[in-house]
């Protein structure tokens, strides 16, 4: 069964709108991690924000925040006012089982951010 | 600088042969790993290791070997035995066993002759 759901089509963005980026998650463990991962056209894959179960508030940043609905399992990035650089894939993953988990990560299939000018 | 490094960036293999895809990290991270990427999908894991001389199958693990000798190190070979074996390979790094993020090196694209 797929943990990582991101099923938007590609979005094109008006530079300096807010964009967001939808993400749900399966998981039985009440201790799990989230995070999203930008990938330019060029390949390599940057982290940009980390979001932990257990957190009360939702990760920020810099221009990247995390909108963490729970009991929902979603954990939706918004990125504020998009620049051009913002065009890529955005990768949603996530790391379940605590400390004494396998220390691995499932990713999602991604979002394409175009952000024209 | 720290980072991670993959080599080549490039590489091409002919029918029935093995190939070895390089990951280098100078970051002193315990963990290493190897993912694939085809087009227009997400990332799936090979092959991870979370201490020297020790290595574990993730996903797809069939056609592909990897060693983990030094602590800097994982190679991952391609084998004659991997049918499609074209796509994107990323390494990736982190430390410890919480939540870190995973750092990533910039990919090998392998294609077939």
């Known amino acids: 069964a797929q943990k990582i759901t991101q099923t938007q089509p590609g979005m094109f963005v008006q530079e300096k709108e807010a964009v967001t980026l939808d993400c749900t998650y399966d998981?039985?463990?009440?201790?799990?991690?989230l995070f999203w991962y930008k990938q330019p056209s060029s390949g390599e894959m940057i982290f940009l924000i980390y979001?932990?179960?257990?957190?009360?508030q939702n990760a920020t940043e810099g221009r990247y925040s995390l909108n963490f609905q729970k009991a929902r399992k979603s954990a939706n990035l918004v990125i504020s006012a998009s620049q051009l650089g913002d065009s890529a894939m955005y990768f949603c993953a996530m790391r379940e089982g605590g400390r004494r988990g396998n220390n691995r990560l499932a990713f999602g299939k991604g979002n394409q951010v175009v952000v024209i000018p | 600088d720290g980072g991670i490094t993959q080599s080549p960036k490039y590489l091409f293999r002919k029918e029935g042969q093995n190939v070895t895809l390089s990951c280098e990290q100078n970051l002193n991270h315990d963990a290493m790993y190897w993912y694939r990427q085809d087009p227009g999908q997400g990332l799936r894991l090979i092959y991870y290791?979370?201490?020297?001389?020790?290595?574990q199958k993730g996903d797809i693990a069939e056609g592909y070997s990897v060693s983990r000798e030094k602590k800097e190190s994982f190679p991952l070979t391609v084998t004659s035995a991997q049918k499609n074996p074209t796509a994107f390979y990323l390494c990736a790094s982190k430390t410890g066993q919480g939540y870190q993020p995973q750092h990533f090196g910039d990919g090998t694209r392998l294609s077939i002759l």
């Open positions: 998981t039985s463990d009440q201790s799990y991690g």
């Open positions: 290791s979370q201490i020297v001389n020790d290595f």
């Open positions: 979001q932990g179960s257990y957190d009360e």
